[in-house]
């Protein structure tokens, strides 16, 4: 098969992850007679710092010739510590998301067995986790207006609102993914306060008609927050609205044993783009010491959405033969454990295809 991809590496991190999910595809390339073209193009605060824009038109044109886009990070300390800065790397992701009509991201959260002992959880606790946070991408909070400032600055505000079809379309994504595993979904919303979040309940009450074979149940998100930690086996797909699920999503890496390990996949229209859910971590940047496993299995989602199923699963294999033989970043490695490198990692990874 030909492939072509869209290389989206970023910023902090970006480059250096991606450069080793491109490792990974590559060997599995040329195990599996694929053809591979990477199609490298700007975004965030690289683009910012090279033409000006976060997202380019230049870009946006390298994601709609792709079969798939593959995105690393994005985010610079500049920008965060300056909360006047008119162009932000971050608008550069969310106009991606929203221009690709990229309305479902799927987090898949699960335990990878040798690393159950890795979690600040109790191993009894995070033991048995599999399940996928549906989170919807390109509404909310995120995206709704008006937002800004009153004249003399001392009152902001942001817009959270949503339509019935954006969503009834995430709530299709999600009941299709629930009847295609353990059936059951949970809707999370704060339906006890917000307007929004009532449209979600009762749309969601609507839609489970037409999937008779899905337990539905109906939980608030303060109590999703305490409950995924808490008996995270006992979910299996979880559909959310967009910053629900960005916080929710963060909470429960920590079941994985790191940030860096949850890969996602974000869906919607023609082009899919896949990235790891965690940002640019600047602290690490050019220092080759991050993790670049959410990357890779990144990669492995990309692989199987193009339908290459055992290409997937041999990344996904060699990556937990990596872990089980504790060939693994920093922040996995144990206490005594030596920490092997970003480029170590997509080494030992690649080797394993
Ligand atoms: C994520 C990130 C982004 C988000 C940021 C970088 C804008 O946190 O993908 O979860 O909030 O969506
Ligand atoms: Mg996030």
Redesign the pocket.
């Known amino acids: 098969m030909d492939v072509k991809i869209a290389l989206l590496a970023g910023d902090g991190i970006g480059p250096e992850i991606v450069a080793e999910a491109t490792k990974v595809l590559d060997r599995v390339a040329e195990k599996f007679g694929h053809k591979i073209e990477y199609r490298p193009a700007l975004v965030g605060a690289a683009a910012i710092d090279a033409v000006g824009d976060p997202y380019p038109d230049e870009t946006h044109a390298v994601c709609l010739a792709a079969d798939a886009v593959l995105f690393g990070?994005?985010?610079d300390p500049k920008y965060d510590n300056d909360p006047t800065a008119k162009v932000r790397p971050?608008q550069g992701?969310?106009r991606m998301r929203k221009s690709l009509g990229l309305f479902a991201?799927l987090r898949p959260v699960a335990l990878f067995d040798s690393l159950a002992d890795r979690s600040p959880l109790k191993a009894e606790v995070v033991r048995g986790t599999d399940f996928i946070c549906v989170r919807e991408?390109t509404g909310g909070i995120?995206f709704g207006r008006p937002q800004g400032r009153d004249e003399e600055g001392a009152r902001a505000f942001d817009t959270c609102t949503y339509t019935v079809s954006e969503i009834e379309r995430v709530l299709h994504v999600a009941f299709r993914l629930a009847v295609s595993r353990r059936r059951k979904l949970t809707v999370v919303d704060k339906a006890n306060v917000l307007e929004t979040s009532r449209l979600w309940r009762e749309t969601a009450q609507r839609v489970a008609r037409e999937y008779p074979e899905v337990a539905v149940d109906y939980m608030f998100v303060d109590n999703a927050a305490m409950q995924i930690i808490r008996q995270p086996a006992y979910f299996d797909v979880i559909v959310t609205e967009?910053m629900f699920g960005?916080i929710l999503?963060?909470e429960a890496s920590v079941i994985s044993g790191s940030l860096g390990m949850l890969s996602?996949a974000s869906v919607g229209a023609e082009v899919a783009l896949f990235?790891p859910?965690h940002?640019s971590y600047p602290q690490a940047a050019g220092k080759n010491i991050a993790n670049p496993m959410a990357t890779i299995l990144s990669a492995a989602m990309l692989l199987e959405h193009l339908g290459l199923d055992a290409e997937g699963r041999a990344v996904r294999r060699a990556v937990d033969r990596a872990l089980a033989e504790g060939v693994v970043t920093e922040d996995l490695a144990a206490p005594g454990e030596k920490a092997r490198s970003t480029s170590e990692v997509g080494d030992y990874v690649a080797s394993q295809i």
Do not use: K, P, Q, V
Request: no cysteine; charged share 25%; proline share 0%.
């Open positions: 990070a994005i985010g971050e992701l969310l991201n991408l995120y967009n960005d999503t963060d996602s990235e859910i940002g």
